[in-house]
T-cell receptor, first 111, second 116 residues
C-alpha cells in the first residue's frame, strides 16, 4: 500500500469547516483513498472513501486532486464531537484487505 | 448488540502469563481483523481472517502471538509468555469482504492489555 503524509495536528473553531489535507504522491491507479477517525478511547470509525471523483456523505466531503496525489477531507460544520485523530489511508479496494494506518492528524475543535 | 464486541475490555497480567482476547464480529461479516495500538501510534495490523482461515498473518510480531477463528465467527487472539512490551490496546474489526463497501471496517472498542 502507498504511504500517506498528514500534518500531526490541527485546530479548528467550532462551527467552521475543518479541512484536513493528505498527500499520497505514490498512489497507484487502482488504489482508493480512505478516511477513518478515532475518538479518544474508541476504535477507529470509517468516514468516507473515493477513487478519483469527489465524494460526499452525511459525515464529510472528500476532495481528490485531478492527479490523485493529494486529497482533503472536509467536515463542513465542525462540532466539539469531531475532536479526534483522523487517518488517511490508501489501499486497493479488492484483494488486499488490510488497512495500514499511519499516525494521522489530531484535530482539536476549539469552542 | 449490533457492533463488534471485544472482551475483556481491560486485562492486567504478569510478565510470562498467557492471555486470551476475544472478538465477536458483526453477524454476517466474513472478514475479521486484529490490530494493536500503542499510545500515540496508529493501529498496527496483526492478522486478517477470511472465513475460518488466516488470509494474512504478516503482522504477527513473533510466534508468541496466535489467533484462531474456528467457526468463521468469533475469534480469539492468544498471547503466550507475555512481555511488558505487549502492553497495548488490541482492536478487532470486521467487514463484509467483497461487498460494495469493501474497505469499510467496523471496529470494536478494544481490549486494553497491561503486562506488569
Amino acid at each position: 500500500d502507498a504511504k500517506t503524509t498528514q500534518p500531526p495536528s490541527m485546530d479548528c473553531a467550532e462551527g467552521r469547516a475543518a479541512n484536513l489535507p493528505c498527500n499520497h504522491s505514490t498512489i497507484s491507479g487502482n488504489e482508493y483513498v480512505y478516511w477513518y477517525r478515532q475518538i479518544h478511547s474508541q476504535g477507529p470509525q470509517y468516514i468516507i472513501h473515493g477513487l478519483k471523483n469527489n465524494e460526499t456523505n452525511e459525515m464529510a466531503s472528500l476532495i481528490i486532486t485531478e492527479d490523485r496525489k493529494s486529497s482533503t477531507l472536509i467536515l463542513p460544520h465542525a462540532t466539539l464531537r469531531d475532536t479526534a485523530v483522523y487517518y488517511c489511508i490508501v489501499r486497493v479496494r479488492f484483494g488486499n484487505e488490510k488497512l495500514t494506518f499511519g499516525t494521522g492528524t489530531r484535530l482539536t475543535i476549539i469552542p | 448488540g449490533a457492533g463488534v464486541s471485544q472482551t475483556p475490555s481491560n486485562k492486567v497480567t504478569e510478565k510470562g502469563k498467557y492471555v486470551e482476547l476475544r472478538c465477536d464480529p458483526i453477524s454476517g461479516h466474513t472478514a475479521l481483523y486484529w490490530y494493536r495500538q500503542s499510545l500515540g501510534q496508529g493501529p498496527e495490523f496483526l492478522i486478517y481472517f477470511q472465513g475460518t482461515g488466516a488470509a494474512d498473518d504478516s503482522g504477527l510480531p513473533n510466534d508468541r502471538f496466535f489467533a484462531v477463528r474456528p467457526e468463521g465467527s468469533v475469534s480469539t487472539l492468544k498471547i503466550q509468555r507475555t512481555e511488558r512490551g505487549d502492553s497495548a490496546v488490541y482492536l478487532c474489526a470486521s467487514s463484509f469482504a467483497g461487498g460494495p463497501n469493501t474497505g469499510e471496517l467496523f471496529f470494536g472498542e478494544g481490549s486494553r492489555l497491561t503486562v506488569l
